[in-house]
């Protein structure tokens, strides 16, 4: 069983990576390149390629926080009725019935017990994180190691969690054998 969470998590680890770091890149490239345009189209030299790239640099970090909630709701919609290691994730409906055909609309009750349950694991970690970083360093600045990209690694950890106990406590999904 443990072996099917692993799998479902390792594919949606992939997915959510590609989705949300194409689309903000993407995103990024336009905003970068709407500046370079209205600011004349200088000639390009090192001082112009420099503030480009700062400025690209600026972007991502913020395109690529919402790029990854959206992409987090958008990949919870694909784990259903995959079949991974003889077991999939079914989603039933009020009544208790399977549903065949999943919109987004059937999973926003889910959603959100997922979304809140990724905060508190996160939380959790980070608290485990900073007493650690209290306990090795012991300086002041103990969130001098925190950005978008150490969040993300907490995200993709506690996903992994998430699935296991989002599908042993949320009535609407059932882990059934294919």
């Known amino acids: 069983m ?17 989705i949300s770091v194409v689309y903000a890149t993407i995103i990024s490239l336009s905003i970068t390149l709407l500046f370079y345009i209205n600011l004349g189209m200088a000639t390009i030299d090192t001082e112009i390629s420099l503030a480009i790239i700062d400025i690209f640099k600026f972007w991502f970090p913020i395109v690529w926080s919402f790029t990854l909630l959206i992409s987090l709701f958008k990949e919870l919609k694909n784990i259903f009725n995959s079949c991974h290691n003889g077991y999939k994730f079914q989603l039933l409906n009020c009544k208790r ?3 065949e055909v999943i919109g987004y609309g059937d999973i926003v009750k889910i959603w959100r017990k997922y ?27 103990l969130f001098d190691w925190f950005n978008i990209y150490v969040l993300y690694i907490f995200v993709l950890f506690s996903s992994y969690f998430s699935f ?3 599908s042993s406590k949320c009535k609407l999904i059932k882990v059934q054998k294919c």
């Open 2 to 18: 443990y072996k099917f969470y692993f799998i479902l998590w390792l594919q949606w680890l992939i997915k959510l990576t590609t």
């Open 97 to 99: 019935e399977i549903v």
């Open 115 to 141: 979304l809140i349950l990724l905060i508190w694991i996160v939380a959790a970690e980070m608290i485990i994180s900073v007493s650690f970083s209290y306990l090795i360093y012991k300086n002041n600045q």
């Open 164 to 166: 296991i106990i989002l």
